[in-house]
């Protein structure tokens, strides 16, 4: 619960309205994490707010994307190189993609959803001989909304089937246009012996999650990131309950099974 002192050593605007932070701690050992983990991030009389780690789990700077959508996150987006930010952490339940050795990985993902699951790509990479076919899905509103679009051409170099799509093109966009479930059907897996990590808008996950079944991919082999609103990371408060689950605590990241029967019931 206490938080730890970190120093912003880098900041990279990546759209209009998303910057991705370079922490180093002022002061301790480095944050260890496990791919999609996230920490309590904020600044002393600002507040804090729940940001997934988009860092390499392997070493280096820990790495926050933040898209600026309220107040916290304003301020986030809106700090400056060498500004002191706290950070409680790391908490929830991670990717486990390791559990998916000898098969096939498939990454689904829209928007905002691929910096929680950049950690996920890295060791998948690090490990590549441990797996099959890799492939990431990865879908945006606009070519102008694509994350990390320096890395995409570099992670196909080492071994990932990267396939990217947006919802609506412009005029020198030359890739495909649609919605990312359209890609799950002709993704290069093997269905029955396939993980698949989901993280975006609930909508979309829903969705997606409905394709993958469709292609043969166990339900229990599909994993999806929730995103509720955290206070305290630890189970106590109750603002992250999703009916018997607190997010914080038992996910964020979840398998279908136990997901599915809250999918299915529309929020209001």
């Known amino acids: ?127 590549r001989e441990h797996y099959g076919r890799v492939a990431l899905l990865y879908g945006a509103r606009s070519p102008v909304d694509l994350l990390f679009t320096d890395e995409l051409a570099q992670w196909r170099q080492q071994g990932v089937d990267v396939e990217v799509i947006v919802d609506h093109g412009t005029t020198t966009w030359q890739g495909r246009v649609g919605l990312v479930t359209s890609l799950v059907p002709r993704a290069d897996i093997d269905p029955s012996h396939t993980l698949a990590l989901v993280c975006g808008p609930e909508v979309m996950m829903r969705y997606v999650a409905s394709a993958l079944l469709d292609r043969g991919v166990p339900p229990e082999q599909v994993r999806l990131s929730m995103e509720r609103n955290m206070k305290c990371g630890v189970g106590l408060c109750g603002h992250c309950q999703l009916r018997d689950l607190f997010i914080c605590v038992d996910g964020p990241v979840l398998d279908y099974p136990t997901l599915a029967p809250l999918l299915a019931v529309r929020e209001l």
């Open 1 to 127: 619960m206490r938080p730890r002192s970190f120093r912003v050593v880098h900041r990279r605007e990546d759209t209009n309205d998303t910057v991705t932070l370079s922490l180093e701690p002022a002061g301790g050992a480095p944050l260890h994490f496990e791919p999609g983990q996230f920490t309590m991030l904020g600044a002393l009389g600002v507040g804090e707010v729940p940001i997934s780690i988009s860092g390499d789990p392997h070493g280096g700077p820990l790495l926050h994307t933040v898209r600026d959508v309220g107040g916290v996150t304003h301020h986030l987006c809106t700090v400056t190189v060498g500004t002191t930010l706290q950070a409680r952490g790391p908490f929830g339940v991670g990717w486990r993609a390791e559990t998916g050795r000898g098969g096939d990985v498939v990454v689904v993902t829209g928007g905002i959803g691929l910096a929680p699951l950049r950690p996920a790509i890295l060791q998948l990479i690090a490990d």
